[in-house]
């Protein structure tokens, strides 16, 4: 069993930048691929960046490429994801989530086992 808790969202105005972090527990971290995701208000929840377990393979959503990046740090078990060039439409509730069989698919919230509770970033105009 894996425990994910998400930290760092909060109030931005645009352009501004944000790093949430995702720390887990348990000690298979490591072979875990990680993804990052979002929820606006009445909308499906939606991909934005996942990382492989070894770290060296990164994934973005066309949406947010050039702008977010995801990293690892394996030794305090946490991910990262910085959010730079932040626009209105990036609001919304951010989780994180842990694939424990990497199938090679990393953009659907079913390729993922568990997920932390969510952090809100909301980004003003």
């Known amino acids: 069993q894996v425990q994910l808790v998400e930290s760092g969202g909060g109030l931005v105005q645009a352009g501004g930048s944000l790093r949430l972090s995702c720390a887990a527990s348990g000690r298979t971290f490591s072979t875990y691929a990680m993804g990052w995701f979002r929820q606006a208000p009445g909308k499906d929840r939606e991909f934005v960046a996942a990382?492989?377990?070894?770290?060296?393979?990164?994934f973005y959503a066309d949406s947010v490429k050039g702008r977010f990046t995801i990293s690892r740090d394996s030794a305090k078990i946490t991910v990262y994801l910085q959010m730079n060039s932040l626009k209105p439409e990036d609001t919304a509730v951010y989780y994180c989530?842990?694939?424990?069989?990497?199938?090679?698919?990393?953009?659907?919230?079913?390729?993922?086992?568990?997920w932390g509770q969510g952090t809100q970033v909301t980004v003003s105009s």
């Open positions: 990382i492989r377990r070894g770290g060296g393979t990164t």
């Open positions: 989530a842990a694939d424990k069989n990497y199938s090679g698919r990393y953009d659907h919230v079913s390729d993922y086992d568990y």
